[in-house]
Nanobody
Framework: QVLLVESGGGLVQAGGSLRLSCAAS????????MAWFREAPGKEREFVAG????????HYADSVKDRFTISRDNAKNTVYLQMNNLKPEDTAVYYC?????????????????WGQGTQVTVSS
């Protein structure tokens, strides 16, 4: 099993930056593709960014492309989401997710493990 714990959320002003971290609790982290999703009040959980198990390929939702960067450090069993130029519409609970497989997927049902989420609030 893979247990995930997110950290790094908080309250920032529009235009600011945050870096989220997701730490896996055991060494099988490197066998999974990883992703970040977010869920705003009243909305469905949506894909934000994903990275393959090797770290060599990334994919982003159009809404965050060129502002967010996903990366992973397999030696530390950790995936990161660097968020720059934050907007109020980025306000949501952000979740780390992993799946059994190499490829990045963009739907919730394709992921097997989830963290508990970390709140990101962007003020205007």
């Amino acid at each position: 099993q893979v247990l995930l714990v997110e950290s790094g959320g908080g309250l920032v002003q529009a235009g600011g930056s945050l870096r989220l971290s997701c730490a896996a609790s055991e060494s099988t982290f490197s066998s999974h593709a990883m992703a970040w999703f977010r869920e705003a009040p009243g909305k469905e959980r949506e894909f934000v960014a994903g990275v393959r198990r090797s770290g060599g390929f990334t994919h982003y939702a159009d809404s965050v492309k060129d502002r967010f960067t996903i990366s992973r450090d397999n030696a530390k069993n950790t995936v990161y989401l660097q968020m720059n130029n934050l907007k109020p519409e980025d306000t949501a609970v952000y979740y780390c997710a992993s799946r059994r497989g190499v490829l990045v997927a963009t739907t919730v049902n394709d992921y097997d493990y989830w963290g508990q989420g970390t709140q990101v609030t962007v003020s205007s």
